[in-house]
């Protein structure tokens, strides 16, 4: 598993992402998503994720849709409007600090 | 395998044992703890139900669910403060907007009557009392009734006895206040004055009387589980 700090500051990236992707998804659903996807190379630690939710739901980004399965509530969350265009910058910003990223990491020098 | 009734209402103990009171929390973290016990047991069938939850509840840090309860608590206080504000506003639009000219009118001329200020404080003083009664009464009979209680119920409730506590704390500055003589004071400061008191008044209104009056329609809004929780 890689080290957690690395991806602490894109974790509403990621979520905003899996959800594009998604119609709706439930907190447990996202974290096994994450694992699955990386191979378990990154895994969202529950303690972060459900502030995450909870900040992006009183942002406006999330609404939040709520149903009995088998005998219990599962809350599930799916993107707003306003949350589709922020996924949009987002996702552009994320990809600027990854090419950003580069450069400093592997930077090619030239005459 | 999956987890039983019992099981369910066991973790609801398990959340509560660990200082999350409300259901709303409390139903999101019960899910979640399900689902991994669950997972848990397809590597793991040998673990019992209490050793899975343990395994399950370790995953959340050291911090257990506080972070989980200090982000909610901020994403309903933000909802309130919204709430809070829409119905403020009203106030200050048509037709409501004709109450609230009348009262600061009201407050404009009262202030220019002989002794005013000892009026003041004995109505307000009055006021206190009775509100201090009528929530004591109504926290019992709360206390008695109620097994799920949502976030935003506890803040419209402790909103609510907040002002009165901070009515009573200032009590004393009104009364320093009416060594005032507002009568004398300019027409500005009467203004002013009246002002702020409109202000107050209407903020008091909203808090006390207009958002607990439509609790139960602010937490289905809200809430989308609410009626499904009560009816379970």
Redesign the interface.
Known sequence: MRSQKLFKGSLQTIILRLLENNDKMYGYEITQKVKELTKGELQITEGALYPALHKLEADGLLDVEVSKVENRLRKYYKLTESGSKETVNKLAEMEDFLRTMQHLVNPKFSL | M????SQ?DELFKFTRKHYVYHYDVQ??????L???IE?IWVSQPHLSFQEACEKSFK???I??FM??I???Q??MS??YRNIMWRFFKEWFTLPKVTTTIILFLSILFFLKIQFSEYILLGTLFVFVVFDFINQFRNRKTQKQKKEKIFLLETMIGETKGGFTGVAVINLFNFVNLSDINFSSLEIHWCIIVSLTATLFCVLFCVIHYIIPQKAEELLEET???YK??KS?
């Open positions: 999956k987890l039983t009734e369910i139903s999101e973290l019960v899910d979640h399900a689902n991994d997972e995953k959340f840090g911090f257990g972070d989980v200090e982000a909610k901020k994403q933000k909802r809430y989308p589980e499904l929780a379970l």
